[in-house]
């Protein structure tokens, strides 16, 4: 029994020597899952951190020092009357509108007093200002033969380029010869024009280049310019023999007001005789048709051999508003065609006239003009039967027939189908030539308006990326334009019945100088102005981002235009997906578009930061329109705060000091974009001023003398004025000055340097750079002053780039529009941030900012922002200092590897972490299932932003297994292929010759006529009255009008090719965005953190524990996180990510947009009862064919052909 005893003694000894070993090694792992995260400890660090950046923030900016001299002044606090406001500023933009109106119809008129002018021919050839000859001077100094001397100038106002304002230039497109008899007379009589140019830049100098683009093919433009222009900047050091200008003709300027809008059904035959170098013209033709054409017409693109389809599936039995997007989808559809059976022409001719006839008949489309654009190599017959029945008598429809390639059996019929439809033939051979050709479809759609001769219709088009901003900003970047333009006609008489275009004449408009008189400070922090036209597309909104640059325009001038859609910058917050518009803001863009005056309410969906940031808000929308023009104006105002204004200003005159002395010193700034006071006569020389601040300083000290006024109202239109009103002595000093603004700047002025006078401690302040790493601290105020002070130890230089270089527009700073949303979530709070590269910097900075309120009559609004800048490494080290300590016994701090601890912002981002790197990212992509957790748990709340002004790359790949197989006959069958090519060039090019020769030779002889028997010239027309409603305004094209897929040279084929593979595209994006919710957590930072933990997460089953607490004070919240279990972490992406639509309709993969409402223009001249006595319509001669010639170009590509 005892030695029993013993044995059970010693075993249980064992066994409580291996439980204790045991519970040794466990209980370290034990405890810490046990304690999990010490919560405690997180919000007490959390408390500190923030407190700590309150205080010192609070004692550095001086923030409730700078509210409490608000107040000491007699400040009220009013609320704004929005329709009072929008009238307003509608009058200002009308008044100025209405000046480039009347300068243009003046131009006009006195063109075509010049036109009617006999040309003197003294026996001296002509000499004129041709821009591309300008300046080239030969060894003795002389001006090189064929060139022109001219005195350039560089002037900010017209894009920083050397001009001559005293005379115009005319600029030649390559396809245009000025020694033909038509150009060189056009160019003689159009300088007669200069003068009125010189008159209507004297009258208003914020007029931009005036222009007469002649039919002929040349652009006179003022003020005179070399071309391409002398400039020594960067921008334009590229290879000169490429900076030739576009032929404008094509272009929407252009088109509009030469023509009214149309409906085009372009029908491609695409049968087996369609093949090679005649399908690519066809093609070529059709995109040049496509950009002749713009927001206000509807086209369609048919191709048929057998049956006749869409070249667009989604486009099925439809005509689309002829918009970016549509067109850019009917070019990339071209490049499937692949020609195969025998073309039906019955079939396509009667498609093309049903949809037509219905659109006409349900009051769809343009309601205007309608036409047949028929490509071809050569149709069997005439086809008289169909359009006697579709079109006799009365030709609502026009038919434009092209003949493509060599074969010219068919020219009898295809200019017949032309003639007999009040259309045009043109045959079409080479590539260099479709754009001239293309062009005579849009004299002919001239033609009635031409005959009336009294109505020239004023036409405003899209917005489009122009030349250089005039800014005082050293990023001087391509800036926004419109352009408005009217006809000019020909009124001579002709010894046969025509009805010529001279050209068209107009100016560009910068946008810049509308926004000017919708001065943003009335509006307020966060509030906006827009302006849409009659297409409910955007002329401006804060959220326009042209994909498009300037370069294209920079290189040969043609404006790339933007149609984005009013539906596409209001992103409203409720939204069911992407395109499903509200109905309250569709109920906005129809009262817009039908220029009514209202206001409504919208909550929305703002981001900032390249689409990084999200915020929501609810605006008051007013809405107004712009009296004899396409457009409506817009503001757009946050409730609450938003609905109220500062009342606070400094009466300059009544002032005991020298306003000026508000402003000493070299720290400070005013908005570089706003007009505080400015010169109205170009002849003051606003080059006078470099600066902004110097600009200011010049009036204020003006304002100090006898005599003095304010001048607050601009010049009014020349149709408020004596018809010849004459410029006088006075007006050559005339000047604007923006009283309320100035008079708030210098209030904002004296404010700010009391407060600058009475500095902080300087012991405070190194204390401050020592432990927070200040570097700075400023103020910026509701009238855009900007002032700062650094606080670097002595011999340190400040950061680069300074604060002041980058940050000068006060309230339209990011920072300053998100203190101002934080101040209704946390009054209390700084708003902190870092650049998102901060990882790639050497020594980033945080911003903090906070928006100063003031209150009268229990009414608050944003007087000012004060903020701070620290150095990141500073406060990193500061918040590890403070999480590595605990107030009570911890075993985990932030300093272990046990625990990873974030401070992320309001919207996601990592402002601090153990690991710099971070610093700057989106926590989702460093720990997306932390940051899923955050989401569930209703910390950060996921919103939705659909980008519809997104630029996606093409991806397609062409590579394939083939691309590694080593094939050695390809050497030898590439060379066998470039002999032939080469062969078949040849050939083409003697045919082409040999062609030529043969038509010259019968245009020495007798024209061939062809008279229709069997056409009835002599039917009844309507009256014009019939014919002219009332529509609405035009709007413009939208691409370049060269093709896109022009092959290198003419014989090579180019079937199957995309060229849309090539750089990007625009494209609908969609984007995960993340905003705080703090009521989920408590503001104040008293009570214990949001706990968390991650389960089944890790085939171990650990648990991956965190806690979340506010950070008081700030819009920051600690995160820290459980390190021990090794859960997977998945990543959270904020890059945009494309939406590809599946609408179910035909495959396509957008969504339409031509649902959407829109008026059409007011003005529709389609028909004169006395067209039919015009009798060009095309010359119809035959040309013979060399038949051996063709068989062995035909050989020549069917060995091609299989050798590819």
Same mark, same amino acid.
């Given at each position: 029994m005892v030695c029993e005893s013993l044995v059970r003694s010693r075993t249980f000894k064992k066994l409580f020597y291996v439980m204790i070993i045991l519970f040794v090694r466990i209980y370290p792992v034990f405890m810490d899952q046990g304690e999990d995260i010490p919560h405690n400890e997180v919000r007490n660090w959390a408390l500190k951190f923030g407190v700590d950046l309150w205080q010192y923030g609070k004692l550095l900016t001086r923030m409730n020092e700078l509210q409490r001299k608000y107040h000491d002044e007699n400040i009220k606090v009013a609320r704004k009357d929005g329709l009072i406001l929008i009238r307003d500023m509608a009058k200002e933009v009308q008044n100025m509108m209405s000046f480039k109106i009347e300068a243009v119809r003046r131009i006009t008129e006195s063109a075509e007093q010049a036109a009617l002018t006999p040309q003197t021919d003294n026996g001296q050839p002509f000499r004129y200002y041709n821009a591309k000859r300008l300046n080239s001077f030969g060894p003795d100094g002389r001006p090189a033969e064929g060139t022109r001397e001219m005195t350039l100038t560089p002037n900010p106002h017209f894009d920083h380029l050397p001009v001559n304002t005293s005379l115009s230039t005319v600029l030649i497109p390559p396809n245009v010869e000025d020694y033909d008899a038509e150009v060189t007379n056009a160019i003689q009589w159009s300088e007669h024009l200069d003068p009125l140019f010189i008159h209507n830049y004297e009258d208003d100098p914020s007029l931009s280049w005036q222009f007469f683009g002649s039919s002929t093919g040349f652009l006179r433009r003022y003020p005179g310019i070399a071309?391409?222009?002398?400039?020594?900047? !960067?921008?334009?050091?590229?290879?000169?023999?490429?900076?030739?200008?576009?032929?404008?003709?094509? #272009?929407?300027?252009?088109?509009?007001?030469?023509?009214?809008?149309?409906?085009?059904?372009?029908?491609?035959?695409? #049968?087996?005789?369609?093949?090679?170098?005649?399908?690519?013209? $066809?093609?070529? +033709?059709?995109? #040049?048709?496509?950009?002749?054409?713009?927001?206000?017409?509807?086209?369609?693109?048919?191709?048929?051999?057998?049956?006749?389809?869409?070249?667009?599936?989604?486009?099925?039995?439809?005509?689309?508003?002829?918009?970016?997007?549509?067109?850019?989808?009917?070019?990339?559809?071209?490049?499937?065609?692949?020609?195969?059976?025998? $073309?039906?022409?019955?079939? $396509?001719?009667?498609?093309?006239?049903?949809?037509?006839?219905?659109?006409?008949? &349900?009051?769809?489309?343009?309601?205007?003009?309608?036409?047949?654009?028929?490509?071809?190599? =050569?149709?069997?017959?005439?086809?008289?039967?169909?359009?006697?029945?579709?079109?006799?008598?009365?030709?609502?429809?026009?038919?434009?027939?092209?003949?493509?390639?060599?074969?010219?059996?068919?020219?009898?019929?295809?200019?017949?189908?032309?003639?007999?439809?009040? =259309?045009?033939? +043109?045959?079409? /051979?080479?590539?260099? /030539?479709?754009?001239?050709?293309?062009?005579?479809?849009?004299?002919?759609?001239?033609?009635?308006?031409?005959?009336?001769?009294?109505?020239?219709?004023?036409?405003?088009?899209?917005?489009?990326?122009?030349?250089?901003?005039?800014?005082?900003?050293?990023?001087?970047?391509?800036?926004?334009?419109?352009?408005?333009?009217?006809?000019?006609?020909?009124?001579?008489?002709?010894?046969?019945?025509?009805?010529?275009?001279?050209?068209?004449?107009? +100016?560009?408009?910068?946008?810049?100088?509308?926004?000017?008189?919708?001065?943003?400070?009335?509006? =307020?922090?966060?509030?906006?102005?827009?302006?849409?036209?009659?297409?409910?597309?955007?002329?401006?909104?804060?959220?326009?981002?042209?994909?498009? #640059?300037?370069?294209?325009?920079?290189? &040969?001038?043609?404006?790339?235009?933007?149609?984005?859609?009013?539906?596409?910058?209001?992103?409203?917050?409720?939204?069911? =997906?992407?395109?499903?518009?509200?109905?309250?803001?569709?109920?906005?863009?129809?009262?817009?578009?039908?220029?009514?005056?209202?206001? !409504?309410?919208?909550?929305?969906?703002?981001?900032?930061?390249?689409?990084?940031?999200? &915020?929501?808000?609810?605006?008051?929308?007013?809405?107004?329109?712009?009296?004899?023009?396409?457009?409506?104006?817009?503001? $757009?105002?946050?409730?609450?705060?938003?609905?109220?204004?500062?009342?606070?200003?400094?009466?300059?005159?009544?002032?005991?000091?020298?306003?000026?002395?508000?402003?000493?010193?070299?720290?400070?700034?005013?908005?570089?974009?706003?007009?505080?006071?400015?010169?109205?006569?170009?002849?003051?020389?606003e080059q006078w001023f470099r600066t902004a601040e110097e600009r200011v300083l010049h009036f204020l000290s003006r304002s100090r003398r006898p005599g003095w006024k304010w001048m607050s109202l601009r010049p009014r239109s020349p149709s408020q004025r004596e018809h010849h009103h004459q410029t006088t002595k006075k007006d050559k000093d005339a000047y604007f000055c923006d009283k309320n603004l100035v008079q708030s700047l210098v209030l904002d002025a004296m404010v700010t340097e009391e407060l600058e006078r009475h500095n902080t401690r300087t012991e405070d302040t190194q204390q401050g750079h020592q432990i927070f790493g200040l570097t700075l601290t400023f103020v910026a105020t509701r009238s855009g002053l900007l002032r700062w002070t650094d606080h670097v130890s002595p011999g340190e230089k400040p950061p680069q780039p300074h604060f002041s270089e980058t940050n000068v527009k006060a309230m339209d700073e990011t920072w300053y529009k998100r203190a101002v949303d934080q101040h209704s979530i946390e009054p209390e709070s700084f708003v902190f941030s870092v650049p998102f590269d901060s990882n790639l910097q050497e020594n980033p900075l945080i911003t903090a900012t906070h928006a100063v309120f003031v209150e009268h009559n229990d009414h608050r609004v944003p007087a000012a922002v004060v903020g701070l800048q620290y150095q990141h490494s500073k406060l990193a080290s500061l918040f590890q200092n403070i999480t590595s300590k605990c107030a009570e016994t911890c075993h985990k701090t932030c300093a272990s590897d046990k625990l990873d601890c974030y401070v992320l912002d309001n919207n996601g981002f990592v402002i601090i972490s153990e690991k710099t790197e971070h610093t700057g990212q989106f926590f989702g992509q460093i720990d997306g299932t932390i940051m899923d957790s955050l989401v569930q748990d209703r910390i950060y709340k996921r919103i939705t932003v659909y980008d519809y002004q997104g630029a996606c790359t093409n991806s397609k790949s062409h590579y394939s297994a083939d691309g590694y197989k080593v094939k050695p006959f390809d050497p030898i069958k590439s060379f066998f292929k470039y002999l032939l090519k080469f062969l078949i060039l040849l050939m083409a090019k003697i045919q082409v010759a040999y062609g030529t020769a043969i038509a010259y030779a019968q245009d020495e002889g007798d024209p061939i006529e062809i008279i229709y028997s069997d056409y009835d010239t002599n039917f009844e027309y309507p009256n014009g009255e019939d014919v002219m409603g009332e529509q609405d305004p035009i709007i413009p094209p939208p691409y370049t009008n060269t093709p896109s897929f022009v092959p290198p040279y003419e014989s090579d084929p180019m079937e199957g090719v995309d060229m849309g593979q090539f750089g990007v595209r625009p494209c609908d994006r969609k984007v995960d965005l993340y905003v705080l919710q703090p009521d989920k957590l408590n503001v104040s930072g008293q009570s214990d953190p949001l706990k968390g933990k991650l389960t089944n997460c890790h085939v171990t089953a650990c648990e991956r524990p965190f806690s979340v607490q506010k950070i008081p004070y700030s819009n920051l919240i600690l995160l820290v996180v459980d390190t021990l279990c090794p859960c997977g972490s998945k990543q959270f992406s904020i890059a945009p990510q494309e939406l590809i639509y599946d609408t179910g309709n035909g495959g396509c993969l957008h969504k339409p947009k031509d649902s959407l409402y829109r008026r059409r223009p007011p003005k529709c001249i389609n028909y004169h009862p006395e067209e039919s006595e015009i009798n060009i319509c095309g010359k119809a001669s035959t040309t013979a064919v060399s038949i051996a010639s063709l068989i062995i170009i035909s050989v020549m590509h069917y060995i091609l052909a299989l050798l590819s």
């Amino acid at each position: 029994m005892v030695c029993e005893s013993l044995v059970r003694s010693r075993t249980f000894k064992k066994l409580f020597y291996v439980m204790i070993i045991l519970f040794v090694r466990i209980y370290p792992v034990f405890m810490d899952q046990g304690e999990d995260i010490p919560h405690n400890e997180v919000r007490n660090w959390a408390l500190k951190f923030g407190v700590d950046l309150w205080q010192y923030g609070k004692l550095l900016t001086r923030m409730n020092e700078l509210q409490r001299k608000y107040h000491d002044e007699n400040i009220k606090v009013a609320r704004k009357d929005g329709l009072i406001l929008i009238r307003d500023m509608a009058k200002e933009v009308q008044n100025m509108m209405s000046f480039k109106i009347e300068a243009v119809r003046r131009i006009t008129e006195s063109a075509e007093q010049a036109a009617l002018t006999p040309q003197t021919d003294n026996g001296q050839p002509f000499r004129y200002y041709n821009a591309k000859r300008l300046n080239s001077f030969g060894p003795d100094g002389r001006p090189a033969e064929g060139t022109r001397e001219m005195t350039l100038t560089p002037n900010p106002h017209f894009d920083h380029l050397p001009v001559n304002t005293s005379l115009s230039t005319v600029l030649i497109p390559p396809n245009v010869e000025d020694y033909d008899a038509e150009v060189t007379n056009a160019i003689q009589w159009s300088e007669h024009l200069d003068p009125l140019f010189i008159h209507n830049y004297e009258d208003d100098p914020s007029l931009s280049w005036q222009f007469f683009g002649s039919s002929t093919g040349f652009l006179r433009r003022y003020p005179g310019i070399a071309w391409p222009p002398e400039d020594m900047s !960067t921008v334009w050091q590229r290879p000169r023999n490429s900076r030739n200008v576009y032929d404008f003709r094509s #272009s929407a300027w252009y088109v509009s007001a030469a023509t009214s809008p149309k409906d085009i059904v372009i029908l491609i035959d695409n #049968s087996g005789s369609m093949s090679g170098h005649k399908s690519n013209l $066809a093609r070529a +033709t059709t995109e #040049s048709i496509l950009n002749t054409l713009g927001d206000n017409d509807f086209v369609n693109v048919y191709k048929f051999s057998d049956i006749t389809e869409e070249t667009v599936p989604c486009f099925k039995d439809m005509l689309v508003q002829a918009n970016n997007e549509n067109v850019r989808w009917l070019k990339e559809s071209l490049a499937t065609f692949k020609s195969e059976n025998i $073309a039906n022409f019955t079939a $396509a001719l009667v498609t093309g006239f049903e949809i037509l006839h219905k659109y006409n008949r &349900t009051g769809q489309g343009c309601q205007c003009n309608q036409a047949i654009m028929l490509i071809t190599d =050569g149709p069997p017959s005439s086809y008289k039967e169909i359009f006697k029945t579709y079109n006799f008598p009365h030709h609502p429809v026009r038919i434009f027939t092209y003949l493509v390639g060599k074969d010219s059996s068919s020219v009898h019929e295809m200019h017949w189908m032309a003639c007999a439809n009040k =259309g045009y033939y +043109t045959r079409i /051979e080479n590539f260099d /030539e479709i754009n001239e050709k293309v062009l005579h479809y849009i004299e002919v759609l001239a033609r009635p308006m031409v005959m009336y001769q009294t109505d020239h219709p004023i036409q405003w088009t899209p917005a489009y990326v122009g030349g250089r901003a005039d800014s005082f900003l050293n990023d001087k970047v391509g800036q926004l334009m419109t352009t408005v333009t009217t006809p000019v006609f020909d009124r001579r008489n002709h010894t046969v019945r025509v009805a010529n275009l001279q050209g068209v004449v107009g +100016t560009d408009v910068s946008i810049d100088q509308i926004k000017k008189l919708v001065p943003p400070y009335k509006l =307020g922090v966060n509030g906006y102005s827009f302006i849409i036209n009659n297409n409910g597309h955007v002329l401006y909104h804060p959220d326009l981002r042209p994909l498009q #640059s300037n370069e294209l325009y920079e290189d &040969t001038l043609e404006p790339q235009y933007i149609s984005v859609d009013l539906t596409e910058v209001e992103l409203v917050e409720n939204e069911n =997906g992407p395109r499903e518009n509200h109905s309250v803001l569709l109920d906005l863009r129809f009262e817009m578009i039908q220029q009514k005056e209202g206001e !409504t309410e919208l909550a929305v969906k703002i981001h900032y930061d390249n689409v990084r940031r999200v &915020t929501t808000r609810r605006h008051k929308y007013f809405y107004t329109p712009i009296e004899g023009t396409p457009f409506s104006l817009g503001l $757009a105002i946050p409730e609450h705060y938003g609905m109220f204004e500062l009342l606070a200003e400094q009466e300059i005159k009544h002032s005991q000091r020298n306003v000026t002395d508000y402003f000493k010193g070299n720290n400070w700034k005013v908005h570089p974009d706003w007009v505080y006071c400015e010169y109205t006569s170009g002849t003051s020389g606003e080059q006078w001023f470099r600066t902004a601040e110097e600009r200011v300083l010049h009036f204020l000290s003006r304002s100090r003398r006898p005599g003095w006024k304010w001048m607050s109202l601009r010049p009014r239109s020349p149709s408020q004025r004596e018809h010849h009103h004459q410029t006088t002595k006075k007006d050559k000093d005339a000047y604007f000055c923006d009283k309320n603004l100035v008079q708030s700047l210098v209030l904002d002025a004296m404010v700010t340097e009391e407060l600058e006078r009475h500095n902080t401690r300087t012991e405070d302040t190194q204390q401050g750079h020592q432990i927070f790493g200040l570097t700075l601290t400023f103020v910026a105020t509701r009238s855009g002053l900007l002032r700062w002070t650094d606080h670097v130890s002595p011999g340190e230089k400040p950061p680069q780039p300074h604060f002041s270089e980058t940050n000068v527009k006060a309230m339209d700073e990011t920072w300053y529009k998100r203190a101002v949303d934080q101040h209704s979530i946390e009054p209390e709070s700084f708003v902190f941030s870092v650049p998102f590269d901060s990882n790639l910097q050497e020594n980033p900075l945080i911003t903090a900012t906070h928006a100063v309120f003031v209150e009268h009559n229990d009414h608050r609004v944003p007087a000012a922002v004060v903020g701070l800048q620290y150095q990141h490494s500073k406060l990193a080290s500061l918040f590890q200092n403070i999480t590595s300590k605990c107030a009570e016994t911890c075993h985990k701090t932030c300093a272990s590897d046990k625990l990873d601890c974030y401070v992320l912002d309001n919207n996601g981002f990592v402002i601090i972490s153990e690991k710099t790197e971070h610093t700057g990212q989106f926590f989702g992509q460093i720990d997306g299932t932390i940051m899923d957790s955050l989401v569930q748990d209703r910390i950060y709340k996921r919103i939705t932003v659909y980008d519809y002004q997104g630029a996606c790359t093409n991806s397609k790949s062409h590579y394939s297994a083939d691309g590694y197989k080593v094939k050695p006959f390809d050497p030898i069958k590439s060379f066998f292929k470039y002999l032939l090519k080469f062969l078949i060039l040849l050939m083409a090019k003697i045919q082409v010759a040999y062609g030529t020769a043969i038509a010259y030779a019968q245009d020495e002889g007798d024209p061939i006529e062809i008279i229709y028997s069997d056409y009835d010239t002599n039917f009844e027309y309507p009256n014009g009255e019939d014919v002219m409603g009332e529509q609405d305004p035009i709007i413009p094209p939208p691409y370049t009008n060269t093709p896109s897929f022009v092959p290198p040279y003419e014989s090579d084929p180019m079937e199957g090719v995309d060229m849309g593979q090539f750089g990007v595209r625009p494209c609908d994006r969609k984007v995960d965005l993340y905003v705080l919710q703090p009521d989920k957590l408590n503001v104040s930072g008293q009570s214990d953190p949001l706990k968390g933990k991650l389960t089944n997460c890790h085939v171990t089953a650990c648990e991956r524990p965190f806690s979340v607490q506010k950070i008081p004070y700030s819009n920051l919240i600690l995160l820290v996180v459980d390190t021990l279990c090794p859960c997977g972490s998945k990543q959270f992406s904020i890059a945009p990510q494309e939406l590809i639509y599946d609408t179910g309709n035909g495959g396509c993969l957008h969504k339409p947009k031509d649902s959407l409402y829109r008026r059409r223009p007011p003005k529709c001249i389609n028909y004169h009862p006395e067209e039919s006595e015009i009798n060009i319509c095309g010359k119809a001669s035959t040309t013979a064919v060399s038949i051996a010639s063709l068989i062995i170009i035909s050989v020549m590509h069917y060995i091609l052909a299989l050798l590819s």
